[in-house]
């Protein structure tokens, strides 16, 4: 079992930066990916961005390239969403997940965070 806690959501104008944590607990493995994804009002939920524990290696979705940032503290367990430029298309629930994979183009995790709101507004 792993239990994730979510932090760092709010409301904040576009153009703006917000940064998102997530406190990790629980049977984690170095070579599982963790990270986030989202879910806007009337859309399924979408993966934003992985980072794989033992090697910060990352990936993310195309709208988010050169904007998000994933980072990872290993002694606290915790990573990291560094969200730059949002959008207002950005507006989300952020949902933390754990290990994050990817089969055949769809993108999948075991467990979840129980989300956090970004709004982004003009």
């Known amino acids: 079992q792993v239990q994730l806690v979510e932090s760092g959501g709010g409301l904040v104008q576009a153009g703006d930066s917000l940064r998102l944590s997530c406190a990790a607990s629980g049977r984690i493995f170095s070579s599982d990916y963790m990270g986030w994804f989202r879910q806007a009002p009337g859309n399924e939920r979408e993966f934003v961005a992985r980072i794989k524990w033992s090697t910060g290696s990352t990936d993310y979705t195309d709208p988010v390239k050169g904007r998000f940032t994933a980072s990872r503290d290993n002694a606290k367990n915790t990573v990291y969403l560094q969200m730059n430029s949002l959008k207002l298309e950005d507006t989300a629930v952020y949902y933390c997940?754990?290990?994050?994979?990817?089969?055949?183009?769809?993108?999948?995790?075991?467990?979840w965070g129980q989300g956090t709101q970004v709004t982004v507004s003009s």
């Open positions: 997940a754990i290990p994050i994979s990817n089969y055949d183009g769809a993108w999948t995790a075991e467990y």
